[in-house]
Structures are given as structure tokens and as C-alpha cells.
Nanobody, 125 residues
Framework: QVTLVESGGVSVQSGGSLRLSCAAS????????MGWFRQAPGKEREGIAS???????LYADSVKGRFTISRDYGKNTLYLQMNSLKPEDTAMYHC???????????????????WGQGTQVSVSS
């Protein structure tokens, strides 16, 4: 069983930066396919960043060039560095881990087995 706990979500102004953290327990993040998702009120959950077991990454067009997904193996933690934030980035952000398909890069929620409770990011104009 993998347990994920997100933190770092706050309210910021447009153009600002944030780093979200996702502390994992129960399994090494280096051996998991992991991703970040977000869900705004009234909208479907959106996959925004994925990292596979060999460190390759994939980003949604909406965040490409502004967000960076990374892992710290020593802390067993996944990160999402968010720069140049926009009001449309306002959402609940979740990290997720997928068992199997380790080399795949996937932004589909159904492909992930374990989820954190989420952390809220609000960006004001």
C-alpha cells in the first residue's frame, strides 16, 4: 500500500511561484510511475505532469514550460515546481502513483492506483 500526502498549497498572486510536495510512504518513489493532477470546481480532473521510473517526464500543454515535476529519492518525495502562475491554475492539486507500466508516461487518472488527499492552490489576478 502506498500512502501519499501533499503539502505546499497556498494563495498567491498571478506571476508567482510555488513548490508542492508529495511525501510517499510504503514504497520507494523511484520505483513508481507518478503524476500530478488538478481539479477546479465544476471541472474534470486534469493530468498535468508525469514522471516514469527512469526519470522521463511529460507535461500537459497548459503547464508546459512553467511547471516541473521532480523526485527526491532520499526524502521519498515528489515535487511540482510551479512558476509564472495564472488565475486559471487555481485548483485542488493531487499527486498520484501508478503500479506497473513503469516506463509509461500517462496523464489519465484511471491509470493511477494511489492518490493523496490534495492541496489547494489559489492564484489571484
Amino acid at each position: 500500500q502506498v500512502t501519499l500526502v501533499e503539502s505546499g498549497g497556498v494563495s498567491v498572486q498571478s506571476g508567482g511561484s510555488l513548490r508542492l510536495s508529495c511525501a510517499a510512504s510504503g514504497y520507494a518513489v523511484s520505483r513508481l510511475r507518478m503524476g500530478w493532477f488538478r481539479q477546479a470546481p465544476g471541472k474534470e480532473r486534469e493530468g498535468i505532469a508525469s514522471v516514469n521510473t527512469v526519470g522521463s517526464t511529460l507535461y500537459a500543454d497548459s503547464v508546459k514550460g512553467r511547471f516541473t515535476i521532480s523526485r527526491d529519492y532520499g526524502k521519498n518525495t515528489l515535487y511540482l515546481q510551479m512558476n509564472s502562475l495564472k488565475p486559471e491554475d487555481t485548483a485542488m492539486y493531487h499527486c498520484a502513483a501508478g503500479a506497473g507500466k513503469g516506463l509509461f508516461l500517462l496523464l489519465t487518472p484511471d491509470e493511477y492506483n494511489f492518490w493523496g488527499q490534495g492541496t489547494q492552490v489559489s492564484v489571484s489576478s
